[in-house]
C-alpha cells in the first residue's frame, strides 16, 4: 500500500492524540500496533499492580508503599501491553480486517508487515523483562506463568463466549505481582483482591465489546457482549458489584475497611454510572464508558492508599 493510501491515523484512537501530533511518520506505525496513541490500555494493566503494592503496604504498614517499584512496574505495564497489544494484532489481522473499527490498524491497513510487527513485539518483550528482573524470584516466575494467559488470550474469542475472562485473567495478574514483590509470596487477600479485578475486566471490556457486536455477529467472532445480549446492564452489574465485594474483603483480611469503604465510594458510583447510562445505539457511548474505567482504577488506589495512611 503507498503511503497516500494509508490511514493517517487509526479509527479507534482518540482524535488529536500525541501520535498522530508530534510521533514521527517512521514511528507512527509501531506506537499505534504497541497502542501509544491510546494509552487507557497500560493504565487498566497498571491500576492492579497499585493495588497490590498498598494492599501490601496496608498489611504491614512500617513497611510502607513501595514507590520505586510502582514507578517499575508502570514502565513494565507499558511495555507488555504493548507487546501483547502487538502480538494480537499479529494473530487478529485478519478479523481486524473484516471490523470497521480495526481494519484502519497498522498491519490490516498495510502499514506494517506482520513479520515487523513480530520484531517490535520481541523487542518490547526483552526490554519488559529487564525491568521484571529487578524483582524476587518468585515474582519473576509469577508473571512469567501470566504469559501463557497473554498468548492465548488473541485465540479465545475463536472458540468461546467468554474471552473477556480470558482478559480478566492476563490483566488482573498486576495484583498478585504488585503483593509479591513485597512479600515473596501469595495469600488469601491478593488472591481476592485479583479474582474481583478479573470480575471488573470482565464488566468493562463487556461494555467496550457494544461497539463491535454486529460486526462480530457477522463474522463469528465470540463476546460476552454477544452472550448477555439484552441482559448487559443487569450481568455488568452484578460483576461489578462482585468485583467490589471482592476488594472489600481483600482490605478487610489486611486490617484494613472503614477508610477505603468511605473512599471507595467515588469508585462505585462511577461504575453505576457506566452500567446506567450505556447505550451501544449511541456513537462513542461504549467507548466513553470504558474509558472512566481509568478514573475507577486513581479511585480505588487512592482509597487503598489513604486507608494504609491512616
Known sequence: MSDANQPSTVAD????????????????????????????GFWLLFWPCIWGLALAAIAVPERGFDFPAALLMLVGAVLMRGAGCTFNDIVDRDIDDKVARTRSRPIPSGQVTARDALYFMVAQALLASAVLFQF?????????????????YPFMKRITWWPQAFLGLAFSYGALVGWSSQTGGL?????????GTIL?????????ALQDIEDDALIGVKSTARLFGEHVRPVVA????????????AVVLVGGGLIFAVLSLAAIALLGWQVWTVDPAQPD?????FYSNHYVGVALSLALLADWVW
Do not use: C, E
Request: glycine letters at 2%; a positive charge.
Open 187 to 195: 495469600s488469601w487477600a491478593p488472591v481476592l483482591l485479583y479474582a
Open 136 to 152: 524476587n524470584r518468585f515474582t519473576v516466575w509469577a508473571a512469567v506463568a501470566s504469559l501463557v494467559l497473554v498468548a492465548i
Open 200 to 208: 471488573w475486566v470482565i464488566g468493562y471490556d463487556t461494555l467496550y
Open 13 to 40: 484512537a482518540q482524535a488529536d492524540n500525541w501520535v498522530d501530533r508530534h510521533a514521527p511518520d517512521w514511528l507512527k506505525p509501531y506506537a499505534r500496533l504497541a497502542r501509544w496513541d491510546r494509552p487507557i
Open 238 to 249: 452484578v460483576l461489578y458489584l462482585a468485583a467490589y465485594m471482592l476488594w472489600a474483603a
Open 285 to 289: 457511548n461504549p467507548r466513553a464508558r
